[in-house]
């Protein structure tokens, strides 16, 4: 059996739901060795080896984007580019924000959208509760960010009236759903399956609750 990152990731992406664009797999295996590459200095991430990053970050993120709404996506905490930069890959008519505070990531994030020829993706260097987007976002996504509520306070002011919050979790944090503001809720709960691996994974949906008065 060939065992090499390229037939790994094709076999893996061929058990999602939906096929990627053409070029997008080689792209993911840029931004892994990119990733790699820059791990050794900026220490990106605890995944080290790339075979391990294929399933841990690129799958991880690829398996939400059936769940994406709208145009207009933002990433909060985005860190080394997760899940934003393999769902820009998936989704080239779509428009990604990159968000983070941390300045060796905003770096790293800038040279892998030059080297990657990324052109639906922008970065902001900045807390969230500070950024300000005048249009908002139709998706709001975040990846092992803080917890439930404080992301919704700390971002919900670049949520649209019709948008969501896609937060990516581990184990289903049962004890963060009653810390939600008054105005959002809980819409659904998605135990998601990533080929290749072996651990749990929850997406939940948040949305605005319309006026009841």
């Not at 998706?139 to 969501?164: F, K, N, S, V």
């Not at 990516?168 to 009653?178: I, R």
């Amino acid at each position: 059996m060939n065992n090499t990152l390229s037939d790994q990731l094709a076999r893996r992406t061929g058990e999602l739901p939906f096929s990627l664009p053409p070029q997008a797999e080689q792209k993911l295996l840029d931004f892994i060795a990119l990733l790699e590459k820059w791990n050794h200095a900026y220490n990106l991430t605890a995944v080290r080896q790339p075979a391990q990053m294929i399933p841990r970050h690129l799958l991880d993120s690829l398996v939400v984007v059936p769940y994406l709404h709208g145009q207009q996506i933002l990433d909060v905490g985005s860190g080394p580019g997760l899940p934003g930069i393999p769902l820009a890959l998936a989704c080239p008519d779509r428009q990604f924000t990159l968000l983070d505070s941390n300045g060796k990531k905003i770096r790293f994030l800038r040279q892998a959208l030059a080297e990657l020829g990324l052109e639906n993706v922008s970065v902001v260097h900045s807390r969230v509760e500070q950024f300000q987007s005048s249009a908002g976002f139709d998706t709001i996504i975040a990846r092992a960010y803080a917890t439930l509520g404080e992301l919704i306070r700390g971002a919900r002011h670049l949520c649209r009236p019709d948008g969501q919050f896609l937060v990516m979790k581990g184990a289903c944090p049962v004890a963060e759903l009653d810390d939600l503001p008054d105005d959002f809720e809980l819409d659904t709960i998605h135990r998601l399956t990533v080929p290749g691996l072996d651990a749990e994974r929850h997406l939940l949906v948040v949305r605005h609750v319309a006026d009841r008065q």
